[in-house]
């Protein structure tokens, strides 16, 4: 299939994203049009504070205020990438920012896609080990507090719903589905 893009349209420019109104061309060859929500992507970062191999390990997470949520979260370190940043860079720069940590590894898990219906954010996502403590650097919209979970405990917050942050519901599962000992 060729290019399924005919026309855009820039309806808004901010600071984390753009809107555009795309003229596309569909597989059956009928075209429409498509609202989409650009994004410069993201990374994502969780930080084992004991070995992700032994027993029922150690995480830490974010509890973090969110005005589209109306009210704090649970959250891996996470942000997005800057112009010419690679995802680990952001990943490090995101778990220095918001923990105050730095790791002594830091691994790819894998990427994926947010909300494919509307945006083309991909979120690459990490594991920390070895973790060094120093000072978080919080941006002025910013509130969040450092918490620590066994595994067991945080798989247990996804299944009741008190872990509700997509992406870090999915990277916990599948750190612990792929990555540590369970």
């Not at 109104?21 to 060859?29: I, L, S």
């Not at 070895?130 to 507090?145: I, M, N, V």
């Amino acid at each position: 299939m060729s290019d399924p893009l005919i026309a855009s349209h820039r309806i808004y420019t901010g600071k984390v994203v753009s809107l555009d109104v795309d003229q596309v061309r569909f597989p059956d060859g009928t075209t429409g049009e498509m609202e989409i929500i650009r994004h410069s992507g993201a990374a994502a970062i969780l930080p084992f504070i004991s070995d992700p191999a032994g027993e029922d390990p150690q995480i830490m997470l974010l509890r973090q205020y969110r005005y589209a949520a109306g009210g704090y979260l649970y959250e891996v370190p996470a942000g997005k990438l800057e112009r010419g940043e690679s995802p680990k860079s952001c990943a490090e720069r995101e778990l220095r920012e918001e923990t105050g940590c730095s790791a002594q590894r830091i691994e790819p898990m894998f990427s994926f896609l947010t909300t494919p219906g509307f945006t083309d954010e991909v979120i690459h996502s990490f594991m920390a080990t070895g973790l060094t403590t120093g000072e978080k650097q919080l941006e002025a919209d910013e509130f969040s507090e450092v918490v620590t979970f066994k595994l067991s405990q945080a798989l247990k917050m996804i299944q009741t719903n008190e872990i509700r942050d997509a992406k870090t519901a999915l990277i916990i599962l599948y750190a612990a589905g792929f990555s540590a000992a369970l």
